[in-house]
């Protein structure tokens, strides 16, 4: 009877055991996957590593910062060869954008003023750089290329910058820095601006390196671009950005559950102008280069990524409403998606302030339909169009246009056969 009694005790607790760890042991997965998928975009943060220089020892604000500066300048003084000048002053720059980066980590107040020293003599250096590589062609035909790829790292870490700034500082800094992340981009633009789609290509070859969803932040990268560079640079930018979503869907073929986690939670990561971010994620989920479930997986993220930026609107006080709109002013970041955005705000004190911008950005759409030749992209615009009539007439009138002209155009020129 005792030892039915212990093995009976015995079959209790093992019960017991087993419902008491089973649980655990999920919470443990999930964390886990959590884990994971910040590993994922943390192995694609740009760091010392990234860009080939060593860890700063010390920041803006801080007493070692300025010997660190001496040298720096000493060392520059003393170096003759024009090469390793332009060099040595890439490698600078690389350091006073990250120290902004690392600042911006803090997250404090007087951080945030320090950021602004660390990216005013980061600009002073591409400054030099850029009027150095003008003065000799033969240099800047040598080292473009490893220049171009770390211009999509500086963009991405400007951009991180000014969105983790973006409500820590005042509007008047805030302008600085956007005004500073566009100078940055035209300065480097002008350096070669007619070799711009190759430029562009192998910079993303080269940035390619790091987690499955890299080509991500290289795409959001060309879409700032996009809002950015002059016009005649937007069809460049297109074919970079179509050869990064080849790049990406190689990549994500097949997509399981945990890889749909991943890939929205590094979409969310990514860091850009809200409205840039929108219109980006629109644009991956109507892509005619990525597969449908990474086009289905980005039509959830985009109206997930909707319904919290108007929730965000709606939460604003009244001054920070007036900043949110301000957004929509600009022309070059018209997009369906952000005239689906102002349709579905409801905001009766901003209702003439909305249907001003709402014609700001039928207009920047209508010009953007004038441009296209793509019968593709057409068909998507109309797709993002059903409820707008005026905007749909005209996207029809153009792929009547566009049949027209290739119907008119004369017949290749048959080669003469040499047999005859």
Do not use: C
């Not at 590589?133 to 473009?144: Q, R």
């Not at 035209?186 to 969803?213: C, M, P």
């Not at 074919?239 to 997509?255: F, I």
């Not at 249907?355 to 441009?371: D, S």
């Amino acid at each position: 009877m005792k030892l039915l009694k212990i093995f009976s005790l015995a079959i209790i607790i093992s019960l017991l055991a087993g419902f008491v760890f089973t649980p655990i042991k999920a919470q443990e997965t999930n964390s886990e996957e959590l884990a994971n998928i910040l590993v994922e975009f943390e192995a694609d943060e740009i760091d010392a590593k990234a860009l080939n220089i060593e860890e700063p020892d010390a920041l803006p604000g801080e007493f070692k910062y300025n010997w660190q500066i001496f040298k720096e300048n000493t060392g520059l003084f003393f170096t003759f060869d024009k090469e390793k000048k332009i060099k040595k002053l890439e490698k600078i720059s690389n350091r006073r954008l990250l120290e902004a980066k690392k600042l911006t980590e803090t997250g404090t107040a007087n951080a945030a003023n320090r950021v602004e020293d660390a990216l005013k003599r980061y600009e002073e250096a591409r400054k030099k750089i850029r009027v150095r590589l003008e003065a000799n062609p033969e240099l800047k035909d040598k080292l473009l290329e490893k220049f171009d790829t770390n211009q999509l790292k500086h963009q991405q870490v400007l951009s991180t910058v000014t969105e983790k700034l973006r409500n820590k500082i005042s509007e008047d800094k805030l302008k600085k820095l956007e005004n500073l992340k566009k100078a940055n981009a035209l300065r480097w633009y002008n350096t070669n601006k007619d070799d711009i789609q190759v430029r562009l290509e192998k910079a993303i070859d080269n940035n390619s390196v790091g987690s499955k969803f890299k080509q991500l932040k290289n795409i959001a990268t060309l879409e700032e671009l996009g809002e950015i560079l002059p016009e005649e640079a937007k069809d460049k930018i297109e074919a970079a950005r179509a050869l990064a979503e080849e790049k990406l869907t190689n990549k994500l073929e097949n997509l399981d559950t945990v890889d749909k986690e991943k890939f929205e939670k590094y979409i969310n990561n990514i860091k850009v102008p809200e409205l840039t971010k929108q219109k980006f994620i629109s644009n991956l989920k109507d892509s005619n280069k990525l597969s449908p479930a990474i086009k289905e997986k980005a039509k959830n993220i985009f109206n997930n990524y909707s319904n919290t930026l108007r929730d965000k609107f709606e939460n604003l006080d009244a001054a920070g409403k007036k900043r949110f709109l301000n957004q929509f002013e600009n022309k070059l970041r018209s997009h369906p998606a952000n005239i689906q955005f102002l349709e579905n705000l409801d905001s009766p004190e901003n209702k003439e302030r909305i249907k001003n911008l709402l014609e700001t950005q039928a207009e920047g759409v209508k010009a953007k339909i004038q441009k296209t030749t793509d019968p593709a992209k057409l068909r998507s615009l109309e797709q993002n169009l059903k409820n707008y009539p005026a905007l749909r007439r005209q996207i029809q009138q153009r792929q009547t246009e566009i049949r027209t002209e290739t119907y008119l155009m004369p017949a290749p020129e048959l080669s003469p056969n040499p047999s005859q």
